[in-house]
């Protein structure tokens, strides 16, 4: 079965403090990983996909295949990091995402 | 338009009602998917439509769930006789295509309370 599965519902840290937020994916094929994003009162947007490498707003997620994991980490946490955030699988050769149930991040100050 | 448009943007019925919530995709995007978000859950797929043909509608729950696209542009969701349990926000977001972009554009979203 394809399953994503965010195991935090909420994370809270202090600005300036680290940040990990875990993914872990059940996928027997190659899958392509996502993270999305919602802000407050905003949309669903996209944040990061493990194919293109890049870091976004200071986030990098890096694809662990041998632990089927892709968490997304971020050095230094900021207050406008605080969000919904969803690890999302994309199924080789499917045109569609499956999210995991989500994680806020609450950064205090 | 802009973005993703959805409306309307609360709906509240009866069990045992119709209801439909439509949406307009972004300009020129020819893939549109159907997502519902039951609180504290992540999006969960429903269809998704490339063009007017509903190229994969393995989410949808039941028959009571239908979907359509008549002119590859806006579509309909239509819910026939809505039970509590269809309570959730229903998003719908467009794309170029996962395979080119990886990226999905989503709506704010129609929230749907069956009383």
């Known amino acids: 079965a394809q399953r994503v599965t965010q195991p935090e519902k909420l994370l809270s840290v202090f600005k300036g403090a680290p940040v990990e937020l875990k993914c872990n994916y059940s996928?027997?094929?190659?899958?392509?990983l996502f993270w999305y994003v919602q802000y407050s009162r905003q949309r669903l947007q996209l944040l990061l996909r493990?194919?293109s490498r890049e870091s976004i707003k200071g986030f990098t997620a890096d694809l662990n295949k041998g632990e089927t994991s892709f968490h997304l980490k971020k050095p230094f946490a900021q207050e406008e990091d605080s969000a919904m955030y969803y690890c999302a699988l994309r199924p080789g050769g499917y045109n569609k995402l499956i999210f995991g149930a989500g994680t806020r991040l609450a950064v205090h100050p | 338009g802009a973005g993703v448009s959805q409306t309307p943007s609360n709906k509240v019925t009866e069990k045992g009602k119709y209801v439909e919530l439509r949406c307009d995709p972004i300009s020129g995007h020819t893939a549109l998917y159907w997502y519902r978000q039951s609180l504290g859950q992540g999006p969960e797929f429903l269809i998704y439509f490339q063009g007017t043909g509903a190229a994969d509608d393995s989410g949808l729950p039941n028959d009571r769930f239908f979907a359509v696209r008549p002119e590859g542009s806006v579509s309909t969701l239509k819910i026939q006789r809505t039970e509590r349990g269809d309570s959730a926000v229903y998003l719908c977001?467009?794309?170029?295509?996962?395979?080119?972009?990886?990226?999905?554009?989503f709506g704010e979203g129609s929230r749907l309370t069956v009383l």
């Open positions: 996928y027997s094929g190659s899958p392509e």
């Open positions: 493990h194919i």
């Open positions: 977001a467009s794309s170029l295509g996962l395979a080119v972009t990886g990226e999905l554009f």
